[in-house]
């Protein structure tokens, strides 16, 4: 059994190293961000279940052609992320339109690439009714191990482990700040990598990523940039039914804008009535923008100190919403474990209350958490059960 550890008067040491088993709470099983931005000053979250303080599932992250990183999820302002596997992507033009050619009759073949070998929309289909999730880029790819000491703040270019030498700019002094870089590379083609994702079973003769396809396909979906109808039948052909789904509006500086989560619940074994929790990240709304920006000054949230300020708000928004409690939270107590997952600010939020969720607050009385997060976000385990669908007829609303 895992035991409480002190050390001393610091909180900031206790708060990251503190293990507290309970069986009451539910908990985090499984993390898997795209394009996460940092979260923490310092040092990221650890997983508060875990002994050696590391996350199961992975955080990935993408670079362009000639080996610029994805802006988003570079450590910056001593933000970090959490202590977790980190999977690394990076495309080629060459490779992609190989594989266009090998799959020309695959659904994500009818679209084009540019001169810059990115995807279009050819001229007779729209968003609406043919999800982009389907347009997949390949290229090489490099992973890191969490216990190793090989992600979270450590500095990735310091890793000899990995599968492939990527292309890297000296201290990646270059940045790239496209939609290119932070949306669209992230449709990579993951079952090529032939390893065993955290949540793959053992039994599992040929292990790859395919799973964080689907699982980049839910962050998307979250947008709404198509139909519910269309992203519940995404779910059943990937084995998963949306059970959730919550629209939190976000009312700074006086916007319309609406964050978006969804909930699905898996129909058979393994993982049989398990979750996932998926966030939708940033999209074009001052509100968004604002959070994403106010990073100067760290706040705390469930008793961690020196967190994003602006993450932080847009955690607080969610958790704290009615049409979050009554669509998503009030379900949870009935899945057979949980994986949270989100892409960009979404990521970002996910790592958050992760860290809350696993850290069981309430029981530790020397930790101050004055906004009452934990007591916000957490639910108490019942049996699991398996969870009537949602109809889209219910989510008129459910547009961009």
Known sequence: MLQVQRRGADSRESESSRQIPSDNYGKIDYLYTFAAAPT????????????????????????????????????????????????????????????????????????????????????????????????????????????????????????????????????????????????????????????????????EAEPDFGDLFWLYGTNKDTEAIWLLDKSMELA?????????????????????????????????????????????????????????????IGRSFCGFKDVHPGFVDAARMMIRSANYTWNIKQKLPFCDGLTVSGHSQGGAIAHIIAACINSNRDEVPEVEDDKYDFNTIKWERQDPEELPEVSAEDFPYWRN
Request: charged share 25%.
């Open 40 to 203: 923490k000053k310092r040092s990221g979250f650890k997983n508060g279940q875990a002994a050696d303080g590391c996350w199961k599932g992975m955080r990935t992250i993408a670079r362009n052609a000639v080996g610029w990183p994805d802006f988003v999820p570079k450590a910056h302002w001593d933000f970090h992320h959490p202590e977790m596997d980190v999977l690394e992507i990076q495309v080629d033009k060459d490779a992609t339109k190989a594989f266009k050619a090998a799959n020309q009759n695959q659904p994500f073949a009818h679209t084009q690439l540019d001169a810059q070998g990115q995807f279009g929309v050819t001229g007779d289909e729209t968003p609406r009714d043919r999800p982009r999730s389907f347009d997949i880029i390949d290229g090489e790819y490099q992973t890191y191990k969490c216990a190793n000491k090989y992600a979270g703040k450590v500095n990735l270019d310091d890793s000899e482990m990995g599968t492939t030498k990527l292309t890297k700019f000296p201290n990646d002094a270059v940045m790239c700040l496209t939609e290119y870089c932070h949306v669209n590379l992230y449709y990579f083609n993951y079952p090529k990598i032939k390893e065993r994702l955290a949540w793959t079973e053992e039994t």
């Open 236 to 296: 059943r052909a990937s084995g998963y039914r949306i059970v959730g789904a919550a629209t939190v509006s976000n009312p700074k500086w006086w916007t319309a804008d609406q964050d978006r989560q969804l909930l699905y619940q898996k129909i058979d074994a393994p993982r049989k009535n398990s979750c996932v929790l998926t966030i939708e990240g940033s999209d074009m709304s001052i509100g968004d923008w604002a959070d994403n920006l106010n990073a100067v």
